[in-house]
């Protein structure tokens, strides 16, 4: 369940990792914050947590159901944090969203993380920075805020290079009808987008300073994640008109397809009806009838019949219908 758990003091890290009972002693008892991280826990297990630390059972609640919109709810002097990330797994064409709940305190930092979401690089990252960690908590939920939205702007990349893909899939004339491929990515574009625009409403939340865990000197930094996410929606909005006009146009082009493909069938229906029409004629088994009896009769209407489809053929390759 416990992923990482430590200490920090002045942005440093103090010593090994503690267990569960340490890290709440470290947080009720020294100078420093405790970061904990949790992969998946069961409803026991995080209750545990939460008798160490102190957190508010509905946030708890909300944490061991996951499934939440991303949001930002204030309990006491905790701060209660949903994030959704994103992993676009291109071989798939699919969205990969992952959970993190986030309690923010001045003195601990717990994070929650269902499916997709590794913040092992986040804390990495930060403790290479004493000068930004020593601010506390606060610093850390923006790094994990801005590699979230780092991770976004990469799916949104993959996605942008499918929807190229599907364009050019549109208009080529290999016959293929990329429908289904783009029912498929607008249904993981609009699943992007409930992941994506919450948050940004989210943050901007914290941008009005209403919570004391952030503080005002920190604002700037979260501006910086908020910049990025609004460029981040702009991109998701956009994804899902350029599908909208991709399946538009498929549509068209099937209409179009359709067309051509009719115009050839009525072509060669008319070149087919003239030997239809003279073979049922001569087949009616009439004595009294023209060139039966002569001798180049058999071979003139087979002439005739050769004449009348390559003329006909003529006329509908020129007017374009083959």
């Known amino acids: 369940m416990i992923v990482n758990c430590s200490a920090y003091e002045n942005g440093l890290r103090c010593g090994e990792d503690l267990d569960l009972a340490e890290a709440g002693r470290a947080a009720r008892e020294d100078d420093g914050f405790v970061w904990l991280g949790v992969y998946e826990p069961s409803s026991a297990e995080l209750e545990q947590i939460a008798r160490e630390f ?18 930002v709810e204030l309990y006491g002097d905790t701060l209660f944090v949903v994030v ?31 499916g997709e979401g590794d913040l092992g690089p986040v804390r990495a990252r930060i403790e290479r ?69 919450p948050l940004a409403l989210a943050v901007d939340e914290i941008l009005r300073g209403q919570f004391d865990v952030i503080p005002a000197d920190l604002h700037e930094y979260f501006r910086d994640v908020h910049d990025h996410l609004r460029r981040v929606n702009g991109r998701i909005v956009g994804f899902r008109e ?60 087979l002439i005739v019949i050769l004449v009348a489809c390559l003329l006909l053929y003529r006329r509908f390759r020129r007017a374009g219908w083959l």
């Open 242 to 301: 350029l599908l909208g006009s991709a399946l538009h146009a498929n549509l068209t082009q099937v209409s179009i397809r359709q067309n051509e493909d009719m115009r050839k069938i009525s072509a060669w229906v008319a070149i087919l009806a003239v030997p239809t029409m003279v073979a049922g004629i001569y087949g009616m088994n009439f004595e009294d009838m023209p060139e039966l009896e002569w001798r180049y009769g058999y071979p003139s209407v």
């Open 54 to 71: 102190d957190l508010h059972e509905l946030a708890v609640e909300d944490a061991v159901k996951a499934h939440q919109r991303p949001k």
């Open 84 to 114: 959704k990330t994103a992993h676009y797994v291109d071989s798939d064409e699919v969205i990969e969203v992952g959970e993190l709940m986030v309690f923010v305190n001045p003195k601990f930092l717990v994070t929650v993380r269902h």
């Open 129 to 197: 920075r004493p000068d930004q960690l020593q601010h506390g908590p606060a610093m850390a939920l923006y790094a994990i805020l801005d590699h979230v939205v780092d991770g976004y702007e990469v799916a949104a990349q993959g996605v942008d290079v499918d929807i190229q893909q599907v364009e050019r899939q549109v208009f080529a004339d290999d016959g293929n009808n990329p429908a289904e491929r783009i029912y498929k990515l607008e249904r993981e574009v609009l699943d992007f987008q409930a992941a994506a625009a």
